[in-house]
């Protein structure tokens, strides 16, 4: 039954997919593509770019626009569930022990050590999309032709606006998005 | 704290809210549940948000819908942990549905390309704003164990790819190790 590969399928992809996003990629390939043969490898790399341009994890996207091609609204809704019981399960038992245990010194300072790491990895993630957004998908450049200063100058404004007034992300990001659409179609 | 029905209802709008704009998965939408939950709303503090990433970073499955599950399970428990899912999950079901149907035209569309490339430099700075805060707040408890793994993880992830999971493996480790070295000496003197 259709319903149950889909969501078997992207229970796996849920369950052994660790350090998310891009991580996840060569699973939701393995599955979809070589052993179901659901997408063919073209609509795959269509696949990734749509997960690109649009809001959410690639694991939850995938799920959604496979499940709703090999079997419509009720599949996606299938291989999206399937993609996010196994979360679910394994987040809630460790949340469930963290909170009861939490409190020990020595959980404490397993915690306490892994405060700089986690800082670490979201200073790594910004670094690498400030460098997609100033010099797109080669990466850092010293020529200053490749330089997009748009996005330099959108950076900055808006850096300087939330360091300042602390509005929503979310305005920072219409905003951007609004200008972005104006001067890009303009030049 | 409020009356759950509120609570519930703000974890879900957030999650949501949060879910709908953030392009580019788990590592983009961390902060911005930073600034929502622990800057804005006030329901979480700054270094408990940090465990509970840490726990959603090392789970199986989305990092997004992990903290999701982690900050509804620390507001509501059970019910709390589904509402935040739900919510995280639901805008990219919604969208990727209705793009799925006629993707050839979306992919193509200029304005659409012309506004993501435009929010790149917006989501740039959101991030910096919250590693600047975050960063600063270690640096300023001024424990040189804590600035030493910072400095260390930082280069081991973003020059040397370490996997993710050894990397929280060895830290959490040391942190114990360092915990227990503290106790025992302290018995001795």
């Given amino acids: ?187 | 704290m409020k009356e759950n029905k509120n609570v519930y209802w703000t974890l879900f709008s957030s999650t949501f809210m949060l879910s709908a704009f953030t392009f580019g998965g788990g590592y983009v939408i961390i902060p911005l549940m930073k600034k929502k939950f622990v800057d804005k709303l006030g329901w979480i503090e700054e270094d408990e948000m940090l465990n509970m990433t840490a726990i959603a970073q090392s789970s199986p499955g989305p990092i997004a819908v992990n903290a999701a599950i982690m900050i509804g399970y620390k507001l509501r428990g059970i019910i709390g942990a589904f509402v935040a899912a739900i919510g995280t999950v639901l805008p990219p079901l919604i969208i990727l549905t209705v793009i799925s149907q006629f993707y050839q035209e979306f992919k193509g569309n200029q304005y659409i390309g012309a506004m993501l490339k435009g929010m790149q430099g917006g989501i740039a700075a959101v991030i910096t704003d919250v590693v600047i805060g975050l960063g600063g707040n270690i640096v300023s408890k001024r424990k040189l164990l804590s600035n030493v793994m910072m400095i260390l993880s930082f280069v081991a992830v973003f020059f040397f790819d370490i996997n993710v999971i050894i990397l929280i493996l060895v830290a959490g480790l040391i942190g114990a190790l360092a915990v227990i070295y503290r106790i025992k000496t302290e018995r001795r003197t």
């Fill in chain 1, 1 to 187: 039954m259709v319903y149950l590969e889909l969501f078997f399928s992207f229970f796996k992809i849920g369950l052994f997919s660790i350090g998310g996003g891009y991580a996840a990629m060569p699973l939701i390939q393995e599955q979809i593509v070589v052993i179901q043969n659901w997408l063919t490898m073209k609509e795959f790399t269509d696949l990734i770019t749509i997960a690109e341009m649009t809001p959410g994890p690639i694991a939850i996207n995938s799920a959604t626009f496979v499940g709703n091609q090999v079997a419509g609204f009720t599949g996606s809704i299938v291989a999206t569930l399937g993609c996010v019981v196994p979360s679910f399960i394994i987040v809630l038992i460790l949340a469930r022990i963290y909170f009861r245990y939490k409190d020990l010194s020595v959980i404490q300072g397993v915690l306490e050590g892994l405060r700089p790491v986690v800082v670490a990895l979201i200073s790594s993630a910004a670094i690498s999309i400030l460098s997609l957004a100033f010099w797109g998908e080669e990466g850092f450049s010293l020529n200053l032709s490749d330089l997009n200063v748009l996005a330099v100058i959108l950076f900055a404004i808006s850096l300087f606006v939330l360091r300042k007034w602390k509005p929503s992300p979310i305005l920072i990001m219409l905003g951007t998005g609004l200008i972005g659409m104006i001067v890009y179609n303009i030049s």
